[in-house]
């Protein structure tokens, strides 16, 4: 399914990038103000769904650097090696571990292993997300008549 | 001693490394490790003979209450000793037995997992933990006895083994949970000092019984026997060793364990006696009507079980040191024995008995060895096995009940056990030479070890009966009896009535042996009426109405419609979820609708029609937009009080709900109505009982406070612990994490079965 609107390629090249990077954004306050990984991930899934249905499904796979299963398995993954570093100390699997590095001036990074754990859930509903929706597109595509089995 | 337990698993895991580099000679080395464990154990030997059981602690689940602990006294010491001791004869021998074969190292990965289950299984000293070696020991059987899995009656057989073990098992189960409430611990060793509190205990025949269950399938009593005998599908080395020295004794072992606390219960003496008694009985007389070598010792194996059974129900002193004579002898020959059947089956080709004879030139070592383990089988002097035996017939001597069919029974299981012996020891090896599927020639070292260690030790113990006396006897007897006991073993006991009795029996027993060959066809038909109507037939039936009832409950559950699944979903759930309410709370219908406001009426009233619509509306997209509506006013609702991450999450959710819904419905076919009047009337109702349960629930919630919420500590310690003032967020990434482990995880399932069920279609294979 492709759509030849001019009007929405026009605004799915604007719109997608503006999207994505809002999701970091959400990804990245999520502890202190609305948001976090799993709204992230929905929110970067729908810019791409949103490139899908302006684009087509071959084009948007070619905008892939990681395929969607890589980035579940990553996402996975992630989540899992969150919970490593408290092991490592004697603490309970998954027990948060923040470091603050220090910067420039007074300005400090607050790294912790919730942050990767929730990059992890970024990932991993990204991944689940655009699995489906590729799968259910490119069957779309395979069968041009819609004819259900 | 965690790594005495844990190395067989790791060994496993580098077996299919370790046999391509060994080669030939990897039996050899894969034995370095059971006999490093043998010397290991046998070192704690004096030490457990003087100062008694010790415990060796590591923590596993500390929150609830399970242990890694293990508990090392004599008994389980002396099972250490011969799993390590004969599994490292069986890992020589099944290097020449299955010499070249390609599934080798398949084979050495699961005896060698099945060598550290068993051990884990008589050294653990918690229930829990020995449950689980326990189960471990079935699933490792299993796979064993269907090693040559191309044959569809090893399958056959290993399945039946696996169901009635783990049936057992989960019975097992059942009474190990029961005990270790009713006796507050999990502890093995604080269980065996509680036996009288247990003994008053209301839950305490429940117990026995379940726990009975479970040894009785593992250790292959009637009528649950029949396993046993079809087990031995199995390779050779895996027959002598699984089931004959080690497994199948992990239920004797357990009834030998929880002796000191059950033992003075009425109701396991009179099963335990029951049941061993017949399954001795049994075991001896199906030896007899079978001319197969694997068979035969199978089902003196069955006797084995039966009488050690037997003799821990009689539970007197006479009757522990008997038990550990006659476990620890049993090993020994039966060992030794299968081992030997196992070569005249490599060497010749076949595992009939008849069909062999004169061997004795051919293969001289085998012949000496198989009669010298067969003669400690009959229980003659000076073998080991007459020892045992005669305190065996001593302990039967003073059961306090049924004591006169016990004693018929023995003698009867003696005189088969005799003939079989003799028939094992005598017919393949002398008479004439007859001719066999394969030319037999003397078997290669590596077989003939086995055979020749354990069958020399059979004789070497009973001639100097004091070096097992005080270090294996002993300590076993102390932990089985509960209370040390003085044990002096002696050949010679004077001219008794046991002694009386062996000289019967070994009379009848050369009588019966006499006309064995006559009598076989007699017994052949004896056997057909017990195939058709025995134990083994019953568990046909049951499975059989297994099947038939899986069947009828897939036709009538899992019919292919979704509605239908839909209907049985909402049904159980919300009538359980009805009944709950009403039962807990009763109805609530009254409402204060004060100090609502306007817009709140008009999301409500949105949410309503949207619902209508949805349900009603004949038009596919027509539906998937009112859903889509409704979703965005719950997404209102949400924001409206001040939820905004939900809000988010819904409105997201139902973007991508839309959308994928869009897709799927271009795949529908176009919109036909395929329901009767009354399946619609029916879904209807279906689908507005739900809703009333649920806005039933709903109401009833706004008063109900089961527990204090949570939401207090999280609002509190979200920015001192958490670090975040997102408390929904810290919740999701901190407080419960593990939690959102788990989540991503299914999704990543959902995406699977999601992507396989779209990709993976028949029409697909058909294009590619």
Redesign the interface.
């Known amino acids: 399914m492709k759509s030849n609107t001019l009007i929405l390629q026009t605004a799915a090249i604007y719109i997608t990038p503006l999207q994505l990077l809002f999701s970091v954004f959400l990804l990245l306050r999520g502890h202190d103000e609305p948001g976090g990984g799993f709204i992230a991930g929905l929110m970067a899934s729908s810019a791409f769904v949103l490139y899908m249905f302006s684009y087509g499904v071959t084009a948007t796979r070619n905008l892939f650097k990681i395929v969607p299963v890589d980035m579940l398995a990553l996402g996975l993954i992630l989540g899992m090696i969150s919970g490593l570093p408290a092991m490592f100390l004697g603490q309970p699997f998954l027990q948060a571990q923040w470091w603050d590095i220090p910067l420039l001036g007074d300005a400090t990074l607050k790294l912790s292993t919730p942050l990767i754990f929730d990059i992890g859930v970024y990932l991993a509903v990204i991944g689940t997300t655009l699995m489906i929706v590729v799968a259910l597109m490119e069957s779309e595509t395979d069968h041009p008549s819609g004819n259900g089995d | 001693m965690l790594l005495a337990v844990l190395s067989g698993f790791l060994l496993a895991i580098a077996a299919p490394w370790l046999c391509p580099l060994f080669k030939d000679r990897v039996g050899w080395f894969m034995a370095l490790l059971p006999a490093s464990l043998f010397l290991y154990f046998a070192s704690m030997l004096p030490e457990v003979a003087a100062h008694g059981p010790q415990v060796v602690e590591y923590s596993w689940f500390p929150a609830l209450g399970i242990t890694l602990n293990f508990l090392i006294d004599g008994l389980s010491l002396m099972f250490a000793l011969l799993i390590s001791g004969i599994g490292t004869f069986i890992l020589i021998y099944a290097g020449g037995y299955l010499k070249g074969h390609p599934d080798l190292a398949r084979f050495y990965v699961l005896i060698l997992s099945f060598m550290a289950s068993m051990m884990g299984l008589v050294l653990s000293e918690n229930l829990i933990t020995l449950f689980v070696f326990w189960e471990l020991t079935s699933i490792t059987s299993y796979l064993l006895i269907g090693f040559n899995h191309e044959d569809p009656a090893a399958r056959r057989s290993a399945l039946q083994g696996l169901f009635v073990t783990v049936a057992g098992g989960l019975a097992l189960l059942a009474g190990l949970i029961m005990l270790g409430t009713v006796a507050g611990t999990y502890s093995l060793s604080e269980i065996l000092n509680s036996g009288e509190a247990l003994q008053d205990h209301g839950l305490f025949t429940a117990i026995l019984l379940c726990i009975l269950a479970g040894c009785f399938t593992k250790s292959a009593q009637v009528p649950l026997h029949f396993w046993l005998p079809n087990a031995m599908a199995a390779p050779t080395p895996v027959s002598a060793y699984l089931h004959s020295a080690t497994m199948v004794k992990a239920g004797v072992y357990l009834l030998a364990r929880l002796n000191p606390a059950f033992g003075e219960a009425e109701l396991w003496t009179l099963m335990l006696c029951l049941f061993g008694g017949l399954t001795m009985f049994t075991g001896a007389f199906m030896a007899l009507t079978h001319t197969g070598l694997k068979k035969m010792l199978a089902y003196s194996t069955i006797m084995a079980l039966g009488t050690l059974v037997m003799l821990i129900g009689i539970g007197t002193p006479t009757a522990m040191i008997a038990f550990a004579c006659f476990l620890f002898g049993h090993s020994l020959y039966k060992g030794a024995l299968f081992m030997v059947a196992g070569i005249l089956d490599h060497e010749t080709g076949t595992k009939d008995v008849a069909a062999m004879g004169g061997l004795r030139g051919l293969m001289p070592y085998t012949a000496i060895f198989a009669a010298i383990a067969a003669l400690s089988l009959a229980g003659l002097p000076p073998l080991f096995g007459f020892v045992a035996k005669e305190l065996m017939l001593e302990a039967v001597l003073e059961a306090p009940l049924l004591q006169n069919l016990l004693l018929v029974l023995a003698v009867g299981a003696g005189v088969c056990v005799m003939v079989v012996a003799a028939v094992i020891a005598i017919k393949p090896f002398y008479g004439p030479l007859k001719p066999t599927p394969k030319d037999p020639h003397e078997a290669p070292p590596s077989m003939l070890a086995g055979p020749v260690v354990l069958a020399t030790l059979s004789l070497l113990f009973g001639l100097l009966l004091f070096i097992p006396e005080s270090l294996l006897i002993e300590p076993v007897v102390a932990a089985v009896y509960g209370e040390p006991v003085a044990v002096s073993l002696s050949l010679w006991h004077g001219i008794n009535l046991p002694l009386m009795l062996s000289g019967l029996v070994l009379l009848l027993g050369i009588g019966v042996f006499l006309f064995w060959s006559r009598i076989q066809p007699q017994i052949a038909i004896l056997r057909e009426f017990l195939g058709r109507f025995g134990p083994e037939a019953g568990y046909f039936k049951i499975m059989e109405g297994l099947t038939k009832g899986a069947t009828w409950q897939t036709s009538v559950l899992q019919n292919g419609k979704m509605g239908n699944y839909m209907i049985v979903l909402v049904l159980t759930t919300f009538m359980l979820t009805g009944y709950t309410l009403m039962e807990r709370q009763g109805l609530r219908l009254w409402l204060d609708l004060g100090g609502s406001q306007v817009h709140e009426w008009m999301v409500a009233v949105l949410l309503v029609m949207a619902g209508g619509v949805a349900s009603l509306t004949s038009s596919r997209l027509g539906a998937v937009a009112s859903m889509g509506v409704l979703g965005f006013s719950v997404a209102l609702v949400f924001i409206l009080f001040s939820a905004?991450?939900l809000g988010?999450?819904q409105v997201?959710?139902e973007?991508?709900t839309v959308?994928?819904l869009v897709?799927?419905l271009?795949?529908?076919?176009g919109f036909v109505r395929l329901s009767s009047t009354y399946e619609r009337v029916r879904d209807a109702v279906v689908a507005l009982f739900a809703g009333a349960v649920v806005t039933l629930l709903v109401l009833a919630v706004i008063e109900i406070q089961y527990f204090e919420s949570i939401s207090a500590f999280h609002i509190e310690n979200s920015v001192t612990l958490?670090?975040?003032?997102?408390i929904?967020?810290?919740i999701?990434?901190?407080f419960r994490?593990?939690d959102?482990?788990g989540e991503?995880?299914v999704?990543?399932l959902?995406?699977i079965g999601?992507?396989s069920m779209?990709?993976f279609?028949p029409?697909?294979k058909e294009k590619s």
């Open positions: 905004p991450d988010i999450t997201l959710v973007t991508l959308i994928l897709l799927v271009f795949r529908l076919p958490g670090y975040g003032r997102n929904v967020n810290v999701l990434v901190d994490a593990l959102t482990l991503i995880f999704l990543a959902a995406a999601v992507y779209i990709k279609r029409e697909a």
